[in-house]
């Protein structure tokens, strides 16, 4: 941790695309070429990246591969209607602060002196955004579903990023010695400021095509086998065009993959997984019942 205003180190965690996208791909996380040229662009520039797309295509994960790629600390800001500064930066201990007053004796000594102890270092409790801050070696923060936060809050977002700094009046100014690589990850339900957007990179990470999404199949569900993955995608494709409350996502595909090899499903010489066995494991892609009966419908089940 520094108290000044030195201006951080860059992130520097990949040296080109190609490595970033050779890197994911050994944590399992298959990047399209998009997606591997925002994440070098974001580390080389040292600029927060803002992933949006529908829920389940990766997003989160993302931030989760990169951290893990280069074995960095990986610190995650959920955020939520009514998150605060407390919660995202810091607070202090109260109770530690009380029982150090207390311990002064009853007259309570010198109170230019106490409070000068109470404030100190070991008082402060550091949430997500201050730990990242703070932390002197690689790290990669996400601040997930930001639109969830309300429009105040992307303000304090706006100050951290931009000086990846933070004060806190007790202690000074606290710099980061080190970028951590910054993930904002939204789901769109709200517009995020142009004032917050314009400090970011962008990436749209939609659903993968069929090509990509049977490499992320292979890569993490290995033991099945590729007929039955083409099979189960064919029937995906066909969900995803559907008019449904909520599409299904590559983790519920994924879930899927995983459901029939528990099934032992193998698919059938027609090159059609069994009837039976999609409609009795739907609900694993599904989670409304209309979906469900409009999905039914269609692949006449």
């Not at 925002?38 to 994960?61: N, Q, S």
């Amino acid at each position: 941790m520094s108290i000044d205003t030195t201006t951080p180190a860059p992130t520097a965690l990949f040296t080109s695309v190609d490595d970033v996208a050779a890197a994911l791909r050994e944590t399992g996380y298959i990047p399209s070429t998009a997606t591997a040229t925002a994440v070098f662009l974001a580390d080389r520039l040292g600029k927060p990246l803002l992933v949006e797309g529908p829920a389940g295509v990766g997003k989160t994960e993302l931030a989760r591969a990169c951290a893990q790629a280069r074995a960095a600390r990986f610190v995650r800001l959920q955020c939520y209607e009514g998150i605060d500064e407390a919660r995202a930066l810091y607070e202090w201990n109260h109770a530690k602060q009380i029982l150090r007053i207390q311990s002064a004796g009853p007259s309570g000594g010198d109170w230019d002196e106490t409070k000068e102890d109470v404030f100190a270092e070991e008082f402060l409790l550091p949430r997500p955004l201050l730990q990242a801050v703070r932390e002197s070696g690689p790290s990669v923060l996400l601040i997930d579903e930001a639109d969830k936060a309300d429009l105040e809050f992307e303000g304090l977002l706006l100050e951290v990023l931009s000086d990846y700094a933070v004060t806190v009046p007790e202690l000074g100014t606290i710099v980061a010695e080190r970028k951590p690589l910054v993930f904002l990850t939204s789901n769109a339900t709200r517009e995020l400021s142009e004032a917050l957007k314009r400090r970011c990179l962008y990436l749209h990470i939609d659903f993968p095509d069929a090509e990509l999404e049977l490499s992320i199949i292979r890569s993490r569900v290995p033991d099945l086998s590729v007929e039955v993955a083409q099979q189960l995608l064919r029937v995906i494709a066909t969900l995803r065009g559907l008019d449904l409350k909520k599409k299904p996502s590559v983790s519920e595909t994924l879930d899927w993959c995983r459901t029939l090899l528990a099934l032992g499903v193998t698919g059938s010489a027609s090159g059609s997984i069994d009837k039976a066995a999609l409609a009795a494991t739907l609900g694993v892609v599904l989670k409304h019942k209309v979906d469900i009966e409009t999905a039914s419908a269609a692949l006449g089940l």
